[in-house]
């Protein structure tokens, strides 16, 4: 199943743009849109899927009916394990069978479209760059948020203790505070990836950090804004703000 008709990549770059904007929305759907990804995958319906799209959107439904399919399948029957693991555990293996998806679907443009060994060591090494879409909803990415929050705390100390906690670093990276930051502090921000999108982070962004599972977070992808994060005591991402007990 694919949006919007078929759709054929032939080069690697267009390879790779395809890759992704499907791991963007299996992101999106596992993270900022999780609520609504746990609802729609009922156990009581039939074999449901997860489906990233092109254009970074994402979709959950029935498998494809034509034999053998378009394209390679997502993982079969990912709604029937929902209730039976912990949602974290869920959401990791949905994860995991998501970046194999990701994959198969890459290398089969690869291998339809004829790409020579150079040219899938070249794919390969470029989705190799981006963190997997694992790392982004569990431990990698979660942790180097952590290490991010930790060389923040140590760095802003003095801000803090002016600003008890509220607009300061413990909640977001203002623009304003870059001018103070050296090359090693911005070597290690560079390795902190934004928990919505897996992307890097960038200095001349605005970031935020969830106060309770402390991943950070572009503005723009949570939809929050430099002035809007000045008058947040708490922050709470959108993962963590949908968290309630499940049956």
Known sequence: MDEGGQYNPRTVEEVFRDFKGRRAGMIRALTTDVEEFYQQCDPEKENLCLY???SEQWEVNLPAEEVPPELPEPALGINFARDGMQENDWLALVAVHSDAWLLSVAFYFGARFGFDKADRRRLFNMINDLPTVFEVVTGPAKKQ???KSSVSNHSSNKSKSNTKGRGSESHMKAKEEEEGLDEEDE???GDTLCGACGENYASDEFWICCDMCERWFHGKCVKITPARA????QYKCPSCSNKRARP
Not at 230 to 233: D, F, T, Y
């Open 52 to 54: 990233g799209f092109p």
């Open 145 to 147: 948020a952590k290490d």
């Open 187 to 189: 070597d290690e921000h």
């Open 230 to 233: 000045e008058h947040i005591k």
